[in-house]
Every structure is written in structure tokens, then in C-alpha cells.
């Protein structure tokens, strides 16, 4: 029984394609003269299964809405050539609209909701402190001004105060900035965002619906995209082309009183190239860009990417690798900048902050693990370590963990490190016996690839905007050396979507890339979105229209010119198909074609619609622009002052 369920599952699943396939069949089979034994024609076979969907759907489409389409015409010439006893011809127009309507319904898939996704990153516990005393219950019924507990390695319930303790807190869910948020007493905290280490108590100032999580999950299904499938032109054109096809084929039966001229009229006038000329194109550009690691998630979209005349970009993780990097190492004393080096990346392999680990991993890549013994460790939350390498006392930490321990800062390095600050990277101070010896600098690195991008986007009349969580010098910097004058920094998930919202209302269309939980909400706002597939979360893709599986940015310009090419095609296909319906109905006319030859007319159209369209699966992009060896200036800098060991 479970067998007989699974095979009727499958069928229900295949339907229209097995009936395509024997709707072909029988097409064949009536060309070709075959039987079988049968007692009927096998293109009635093909009339049944591709022809009878057709008038039934125009039909009740004309009867419950008045609805004039492109079926109505083909209802008509199907049911006037089995009228006259030309069944081939009506089992050649089934099959070619039945092939029609499934290229275009593979090509357009099912919206996709990443909201389950987005719900899990909802905390459903809380540690509530009450009476003293600590408790863990749901996160629901937490209520304003609760004192709540948080512990390295948590996800803050609610947004609330820090009321004492010090941290570094992981916002990206929020704000996608890379680099982890010191946080003390005062300092706000949102829900879903992740305490890294140093346990801390908190005051919530909203609860359930209010918090920055449930916000988020809200602006995602707000903005649920009610883009409408393909209407094709054929479609738009229905009225007209019906009440066409009627008179032409009405006006030659009264003058010539041949009823086969005026069957062989509604014949041509079937647009089955006109069918295909869109379908198919789309089909062939989505093939063509999943070989360039893109997944084309609705079949519109390709058709809306080529009208974008704008293209927001989120910064982390998307033009940057987002993940810090060690881009300087300054000794400002006597020390060697190798073995300042040395003793911090040392220092560092005991703290889990992923500064910490920057420092470690940079090191290790160029002079590999060369430490030396850590005899002590102490971790300061939100400030940096303290250690003891070799009877030195060693303080790594920003600069309040430099004021806290009374090591001062001299105003040279002050204005040297304002540099660093400037070019968007984060410091990390080391001091020695109680004086400061140096600082290293880190900072998230741009792709190879990005500027390139930017360029060519440019050259493609589509303007970058680049959309960020970093704070404004940051975003300044990267959006100099990407070469993008429309910088927008500090923003929310709220923020990133009205800034698409707001481009909109202005006129253009946009189109947004973004890889992190906190692009959810743009990129389902925006005309189409597009989602890093490798680094990204499952949420940014869920969201997404296109999904770039490998995390090639490169390959965007290639997409957008693709999207550009496919509109040319269609525009090439439909206008051959429309000259060649005229020239066939003037045949039709004076009485040259006949229904079957009528039929095979569309059948050669058809074929030389999909045989160019066919051309868009090896067209390929070609950029004027070079990817650079990196675009890093930060990185360069560092490799020229540090790593020339």
C-alpha cells in the first residue's frame, strides 16, 4: 500500500510533464502514420491531454472573470480545425502551448520564506534575578525592568541596560558590523545578539513584540514580496490579437467562402513562437548564470535585474571577507616590531576574542608558532588581557584598558593610531613593565575582486551604494577605496530597507546584495535581491531572489549584463515572431497554407525562437576592468612594513 502511495505522490508531482511527453508521442506518432491497432488518430491522444486544459481553463477564465487571454484564441483554433477534420494541426498547437506553459512554469519558482530560520534566533530563555535569587524560565514572559543574568556564550533575550559587568557582544545578527561591541554598565543591548565573554546583569526595557528581534521578523514578512509571475506578452496582448485573429478570419470566409482559409487564419494566428519568446530566453539565462555560481530563485527576476539602476551592497561579508586581519604592527619604543609581535600574538593564544584571534592567525601565517610561555593570564572583559611572559608584565587592550592600568599614550602615537582609526581599524594596545611598546591594528578586509565590481557595475549605468552596521569612518574608508561615493553608515536592518524604500520612491530600481541576517529585511524590500550563498546566513538567502553560491562578487557585473542580454533576446525573439504570424496569416489569405502546413509554420518559428535563446547558455560578460592583486591598502602597508621578515 505505501508503495502504490509513494508511486501515485510521484505522479501527482510529474503530472505535467508526463503529460507533455505523451503529448509529444502522440504528435509523432500521427506525423509518422502510426497505430498500433488503434482505431482513432493518435494526435486525438494529444488533443485530450494538452488540448482539453486549455479550452477548459479558457473557458472558465471567460465565464468567472471575463478574462480575455491567449488561450481563448488557441481554444478557438483548436476546436475549428477538429471541426474540419484537421486533428494534426489542433494536436500541434496543444503540444506547443502545453510546451510553452511549462517552460515558463519551470522557470518561475515558488517564493521562499526564511522566517522559521529567523524565528530560532529568538531566545526562548531567560535567567530572570528576582528576590536575589536566579531563574530560568521562558523568555516570553520577561517584562519591563526585570533584572536579567547573561553568560559568556549566551544570546541576550531582551534589549535592556547593562546595569554591571563588562563584555564584548557579537551584534552582527543586528547590525552585521565584524568586529565584536565592548558593552558596560549603561551601555544598551539588543535581543539576539550574542554575549561573548564576561557574564553581566541587565535591566530589559522591552519585552515580547517590542524587542529588535521580533522587530526584524516582522519587517521580513512585512515585506513578503507579492511580485507577480511573468505575464507575457502574448497575455497583454490577448484582447486585441483575438479580436484580430476573429475578423481577419471572419472577413476571408465572406469573401472567399473557403471555411478552410478561415480555420487555417485562426491556426496561424496561435502565437506559439510568441509563446516561447520569453520563456525559453529566461530558461537559458538562468542556466547560463548557475554556471557562473548563481541560483536564480524566480524567473521574473532576471527580467527585473536588467531594468536596476541601482545596486545597494552590505559591507561585511559581502565587498569585505568579514573577518579581521592584523594590517599593522608598530613598536613605539625600543622593542623589535618582530618580537612585539611575537609577545602579543603569544599572549593572545589564551584569550577566545576574536581580535585575539586575528592576532594569532596573522602571526602564525608568517612566522609560524614560534611563541613564547604564558607563566599567567587574566582576562578583563571589555578592556583586554593581562599576562606575565617571561617575568614581563603584559597588558593587551583598547585604550581603556591602557587608562584603567595608568599607561599613557604619547600624542604621536595618538595621531599615528588616529590614522589607523580613520582607515575603519580597530587597536589593540601592549604594554610592558607599565609602559606602552606598541599597537597593532586590525581591520576587515576588502575582496580582491570588489573595486573591479564597482567599476563595471559603473560601466553597466548601475550606481553602488553601499549600505553598513560600521560606524562612519569605516564605512568612509571602504567606500574610498571601493570607489563609491553613496556611502551610508549605522544602519539597522530598519535603516538598510528604508534606504532601499526611499530609492524606490525616488525611481529607481534596486537591487540589493547582502550575505548576513540583518540584510533580511532590504533584501526582500529591494527589486531584487541578491544573497552571498557561502559566508551568508540562512536567513539573507532564504530572503533572496538570487543566491550567489560561491561568494564570487565578480561575477555580479556578468549577471547584470546577462540579465541586459536576455531582454534583447526576447526583444529579437518576439519581434520574429509577430512578422512571421503576419506573413503567415497573408498566406493564409490567399489561400497558400493550409492548417497543417500553418502549424508547421509555427512549428519552424518555434524552433528558431528557442534555437536563439539558445545562445544566451555560453554568452559570457567582458569586464574592461582588472582585478587587482589587492585593493588593501591597510594590508599592503602592512606587508611592506611587517612582513618583509
Same mark, same amino acid.
Given at each position: 500500500?505505501?508503495?502504490?502511495?509513494?508511486?501515485?505522490?510521484?505522479?501527482?508531482?510529474?503530472?505535467?510533464? +508526463?503529460?507533455? /511527453?505523451?503529448?509529444? @508521442?502522440?504528435?509523432?506518432?500521427?506525423?509518422?502514420?502510426?497505430?498500433?491497432?488503434?482505431?482513432?488518430?493518435?494526435?486525438?491522444?494529444?488533443?485530450?491531454?494538452?488540448?482539453?486544459?486549455?479550452?477548459?481553463?479558457?473557458?472558465?477564465?471567460?465565464?468567472?472573470?471575463?478574462?480575455?487571454?491567449?488561450?481563448?484564441?488557441?481554444?478557438?483554433?483548436?476546436?475549428?480545425?477538429?471541426?474540419?477534420?484537421?486533428?494534426?494541426?489542433?494536436?500541434?498547437?496543444?503540444?506547443?502551448?502545453?510546451?510553452?506553459?511549462?517552460?515558463?512554469?519551470?522557470?518561475?519558482?515558488?517564493?521562499?520564506?526564511?522566517?522559521?530560520?529567523?524565528?530560532?534566533?529568538?531566545?526562548?530563555?531567560?535567567? +530572570?534575578?528576582?528576590?536575589?535569587?536566579? !531563574?530560568?524560565?521562558?523568555?516570553?514572559?520577561?517584562?519591563?525592568?526585570?533584572?536579567?543574568?547573561?553568560?559568556?556564550?549566551?544570546?541576550?533575550?531582551?534589549?535592556?541596560?547593562?546595569?554591571?559587568?563588562?563584555?564584548?557582544?557579537?551584534?552582527?545578527?543586528?547590525?552585521?558590523?565584524?568586529?565584536?561591541?565592548?558593552?558596560?554598565?549603561?551601555?544598551?543591548?539588543?535581543?539576539?545578539?550574542?554575549? #561573548?565573554?564576561?557574564?553581566?546583569?541587565?535591566?530589559?526595557?522591552?519585552?515580547?513584540?517590542?524587542?529588535?528581534? #521580533?522587530?526584524?521578523?516582522?519587517?521580513?514578512?512585512?515585506?513578503?514580496?507579492?511580485?507577480?509571475? @511573468?505575464? =507575457?506578452?502574448?497575455?497583454?496582448?490577448?484582447?486585441?490579437?483575438?479580436? @484580430?485573429?476573429?475578423?481577419?478570419?471572419?472577413?476571408?470566409?465572406? /469573401?472567399?467562402?473557403?471555411?478552410?482559409?478561415?480555420?487555417?487564419?485562426?491556426?496561424?494566428?496561435?502565437?506559439?513562437?510568441?509563446?516561447?519568446?520569453?520563456?525559453?530566453?529566461?530558461?537559458?539565462?538562468?542556466?547560463?548564470?548557475? #554556471?557562473?555560481?548563481?541560483?536564480?530563485?524566480?524567473?521574473?527576476?532576471?527580467?527585473?535585474?536588467?531594468?536596476?539602476?541601482?545596486?545597494?551592497?552590505?559591507?561585511?561579508?559581502?565587498?569585505?571577507?568579514?573577518?579581521?586581519?592584523?594590517?599593522?604592527?608598530?613598536?613605539?619604543?625600543?622593542?623589535?616590531?618582530?618580537?612585539?609581535?611575537?609577545?602579543?600574538?603569544?599572549?593572545?593564544?589564551?584569550?577566545?576574542?576574536?581580535?585575539?584571534?586575528?592576532?594569532?592567525?596573522?602571526?602564525?601565517?608568517?612566522?609560524?608558532?614560534?611563541?613564547?610561555?604564558?607563566?599567567?593570564?587574566?582576562? /578583563?572583559?571589555?578592556?583586554?588581557? !593581562?599576562?606575565?611572559?617571561?617575568?614581563?608584565?603584559?597588558?593587551?587592550?583598547?585604550?581603556?584598558?591602557?587608562?584603567?592600568?595608568?599607561?599613557?599614550?604619547?600624542?604621536? /602615537?595618538?595621531?599615528?593610531?588616529?590614522?589607523?582609526?580613520?582607515?575603519?581599524?580597530?587597536?589593540?594596545?601592549?604594554?610592558?613593565?607599565?609602559?606602552?611598546?606598541?599597537?597593532?591594528?586590525?581591520?576587515?578586509?576588502?575582496?580582491?575582486? =570588489?573595486?573591479?565590481?564597482?567599476?563595471?557595475?559603473?560601466?553597466?549605468?548601475?550606481?553602488?551604494?553601499?549600505?553598513?552596521?560600521?560606524?562612519?569612518?569605516?564605512?568612509?574608508?571602504?567606500?574610498?577605496?571601493?570607489?563609491?561615493?553613496?556611502?551610508?553608515?549605522?544602519?539597522?536592518?530598519?535603516?538598510?530597507?528604508?534606504?532601499?524604500? #526611499?530609492?524606490?520612491?525616488?525611481?529607481?530600481?534596486?537591487?540589493?546584495?547582502?550575505?548576513?541576517?540583518?540584510?533580511?529585511?532590504?533584501?526582500?524590500?529591494?527589486?531584487?535581491? +541578491?544573497?552571498?550563498?557561502?559566508?551568508?546566513?540562512?536567513?539573507?538567502?532564504?530572503?533572496?531572489?538570487?543566491?550567489?553560491?560561491?561568494?564570487?562578487?565578480?561575477?555580479?557585473?556578468?549577471?547584470?549584463?546577462?540579465?541586459?542580454?536576455?531582454?534583447?533576446?526576447?526583444?529579437?525573439?518576439?519581434?520574429?515572431?509577430?512578422?512571421?504570424?503576419?506573413?503567415? +496569416? @497573408?498566406?493564409?489569405?490567399?489561400?497558400?497554407? =493550409?492548417?497543417?502546413?500553418?502549424?508547421?509554420?509555427?512549428?519552424?518559428? =518555434?524552433?528558431?525562437?528557442?534555437?536563439?535563446?539558445?545562445?544566451?547558455?555560453?554568452?559570457?560578460?567582458?569586464?574592461?576592468?582588472?582585478?587587482?592583486?589587492?585593493?588593501?591598502?591597510?594590508?599592503?602597508?602592512?606587508?611592506?612594513?611587517?612582513?618583509?621578515?
Amino acid at each position: 500500500m505505501e508503495r502504490w502511495s509513494k508511486i501515485a505522490e510521484w505522479f501527482d508531482l510529474n503530472r505535467e510533464k +508526463i503529460t507533455l /511527453v505523451a503529448g509529444g @508521442i502522440g504528435v509523432v506518432f500521427s506525423l509518422l502514420g502510426v497505430r498500433l491497432g488503434l482505431p482513432f488518430d493518435w494526435a486525438w491522444f494529444t488533443i485530450v491531454l494538452c488540448g482539453l486544459p486549455i479550452v477548459w481553463g479558457a473557458a472558465v477564465a471567460m465565464y468567472e472573470e471575463f478574462d480575455v487571454k491567449v488561450d481563448l484564441l488557441v481554444s478557438l483554433a483548436l476546436i475549428a480545425a477538429v471541426a474540419i477534420g484537421e486533428v494534426f494541426a489542433a494536436a500541434e498547437i496543444a503540444f506547443i502551448m502545453q510546451l510553452g506553459a511549462m517552460l515558463e512554469e519551470f522557470t518561475v519558482s515558488k517564493a521562499q520564506a526564511g522566517i522559521e530560520r529567523l524565528v530560532k534566533l529568538t531566545p526562548t530563555t531567560a535567567r +530572570i534575578v528576582r528576590n536575589g535569587k536566579e !531563574e530560568v524560565l521562558p523568555a516570553d514572559i520577561v517584562m519591563v525592568g526585570d533584572v536579567i543574568r547573561v553568560l559568556p556564550g549566551e544570546v541576550i533575550p531582551v534589549d535592556g541596560t547593562i546595569l554591571s559587568g563588562d563584555t564584548a557582544i557579537d551584534q552582527s545578527v543586528m547590525t552585521g558590523e565584524s568586529m565584536p561591541v565592548d558593552k558596560t554598565t549603561g551601555d544598551e543591548v539588543f535581543s539576539g545578539t550574542v554575549n #561573548q565573554f564576561g557574564a553581566f546583569d541587565m535591566t530589559a526595557t522591552k519585552e515580547g513584540e517590542d524587542s529588535s528581534i #521580533q522587530r526584524m521578523i516582522k519587517l521580513v514578512k512585512s515585506t513578503d514580496p507579492g511580485n507577480a509571475k @511573468i505575464v =507575457s506578452l502574448a497575455d497583454r496582448w490577448a484582447t486585441w490579437i483575438v479580436v @484580430i485573429a476573429l475578423l481577419a478570419a471572419v472577413g476571408t470566409y465572406v /469573401v472567399t467562402g473557403e471555411i478552410i482559409r478561415a480555420v487555417t487564419i485562426l491556426v496561424v494566428f496561435c502565437p506559439c513562437a510568441l509563446v516561447l519568446a520569453t520563456p525559453a530566453a529566461i530558461m537559458a539565462a538562468i542556466s547560463n548564470a548557475s #554556471q557562473h555560481g548563481f541560483l536564480v530563485r524566480r524567473g521574473n527576476i532576471m527580467e527585473r535585474l536588467a531594468k536596476v539602476d541601482t545596486m545597494t551592497f552590505d559591507k561585511t561579508g559581502t565587498l569585505t571577507y568579514g573577518t579581521p586581519e592584523v594590517t599593522a604592527v608598530e613598536s613605539v619604543g625600543s622593542m623589535p616590531t618582530d618580537e612585539l609581535y611575537r609577545l602579543v600574538a603569544s599572549v593572545e593564544t589564551k584569550s577566545e576574542h576574536p581580535l585575539g584571534k586575528a592576532i594569532v592567525n596573522g602571526f602564525t601565517s608568517h612566522h609560524g608558532e614560534s611563541f613564547v610561555s604564558v607563566d599567567s593570564f587574566r582576562m /578583563v572583559p571589555g578592556k583586554g588581557l !593581562e599576562a606575565t611572559v617571561q617575568d614581563k608584565a603584559v597588558l593587551a587592550g583598547n585604550e581603556a584598558m591602557m587608562t584603567l592600568s595608568n599607561i599613557s599614550i604619547a600624542d604621536s /602615537v595618538k595621531e599615528a593610531v588616529h590614522e589607523h582609526l580613520n582607515r575603519g581599524a580597530s587597536i589593540v594596545y601592549v604594554a610592558v613593565d607599565g609602559v606602552l611598546a606598541g599597537y597593532v591594528a586590525l581591520a576587515d578586509r576588502v575582496r580582491r575582486e =570588489s573595486r573591479a565590481v564597482v567599476e563595471s557595475l559603473n560601466d553597466l549605468d548601475v550606481m553602488p551604494v553601499l549600505l553598513t552596521g560600521d560606524h562612519v569612518a569605516t564605512a568612509k574608508t571602504i567606500g574610498k577605496r571601493l570607489n563609491v561615493s553613496n556611502v551610508i553608515a549605522d544602519c539597522l536592518p530598519e535603516d538598510k530597507m528604508d534606504t532601499v524604500a #526611499q530609492l524606490q520612491q525616488d525611481g529607481n530600481i534596486v537591487a540589493m546584495v547582502g550575505d548576513g541576517v540583518n540584510d533580511a529585511p532590504a533584501l526582500k524590500k529591494s527589486d531584487v535581491g +541578491i544573497a552571498m550563498g557561502g559566508v551568508g546566513s540562512d536567513i539573507a538567502v532564504e530572503a533572496a531572489d538570487i543566491v550567489l553560491v560561491n561568494d564570487n562578487v565578480k561575477e555580479i557585473p556578468h549577471l547584470v549584463a546577462l540579465s541586459k542580454r536576455m531582454m534583447t533576446t526576447i526583444k529579437v525573439n518576439l519581434s520574429f515572431s509577430l512578422i512571421l504570424n503576419f506573413v503567415a +496569416i @497573408i498566406l493564409a489569405m490567399v489561400g497558400t497554407l =493550409s492548417p497543417v502546413w500553418g502549424a508547421l509554420v509555427h512549428n519552424g518559428g =518555434s524552433l528558431l525562437v528557442v534555437a536563439n535563446s539558445a545562445l544566451l547558455l555560453r554568452w559570457a560578460y567582458k569586464s574592461n576592468h582588472v582585478v587587482d592583486d589587492d585593493h588593501s591598502v591597510l594590508v599592503k602597508a602592512a606587508r611592506k612594513g611587517v612582513f618583509e621578515a
